[in-house]
């Protein structure tokens, strides 16, 4: 059965802490990974993808990098509004785009 | 670019009633996906459609169907609705390929 697991569930940083995520998997066949962050009640927002193993993507304060089985956000320097839940998400292969997502990480940065 | 619509934002049913949701895509984009998020937990893939046809169903009951129209935006229906239904329901458009998908802001359903 396809699974991501997202390591720690919450984490509480003072600003300026640089910290890592985590999102491992196991899927029958990765396409992509995802990240997202999401704001409380409202919908997921888009950060990055990253399709093979050794890739990296950054922007702003973040940065995502992928291996074989896991994926890690680093966050560097952070600052109370990158306070949200950050998502991971594995695209399935097979037919069609189906997205599994771990049950995310909820950050809270205090001033 | 208004990005990924959806309606309405907050909904109300009653155990047993029918609902409907809507989603207007991104501009551009062909393909819609409809997910269920429960309190605390990440979304869960109810359905995918593409050229108006349903292209992949997670584990939902029959009681969730779907529909793509010509300009291709979207609607999720639930029958018989469950107190367990009570979830945001959020829609993601992409194109086919590549696939990066982006959510709109979700529909809050609370079944009393």
């Known amino acids: 059965e396809d699974q991501v697991t997202q390591s720690p569930e919450a984490l509480r940083l003072q600003e300026g802490e640089s910290s890592s995520l985590n999102c491992s998997y196991t899927v029958s066949g990765l396409r992509g990974l995802f990240w997202y962050r999401q704001d409380p009640g409202k919908g997921p927002e888009f950060l990055f993808t990253l399709y093979s193993a050794g890739e990296e993507k950054e922007k702003e304060r973040l940065k995502a990098t992928l291996t074989k089985k896991e994926s890690f956000l680093h966050i560097t320097a952070p600052k109370p509004e990158d306070s949200a839940t950050y998502l991971c998400?594995?695209?399935?292969?097979?037919?069609?785009?189906?997205?599994?997502f771990g049950a995310g990480t909820i950050l809270r940065v205090k001033s | 670019d208004a990005g990924v619509t959806q309606s309405p934002t907050h909904l109300i049913k009653t155990r047993g009633q029918q609902v409907t949701l809507r989603c207007s895509p991104k501009?551009?984009?062909?393909?819609v996906s409809w997910y269920q998020q429960a309190l605390g937990q990440g979304p869960q893939f109810i359905f995918q459609y593409y050229e108006e046809e349903e292209r992949q169903r997670g584990n939902f009951p029959d009681r969730f169907s779907g529909h793509q129209f010509p300009n291709y935006s979207s609607e999720l229906n639930v029958n018989a609705l469950l107190l367990g239904d009570s979830a945001l329901y959020l829609c993601a458009s992409s194109l086919n390929a590549p696939y990066e998908a982006f959510f709109g802001q979700g529909t809050r359903l609370t079944v009393v």
């Open positions: 998400a594995v695209l399935i292969l097979g037919y069609g785009n189906k997205l599994v």
């Open positions: 501009s551009g984009h062909d393909t």
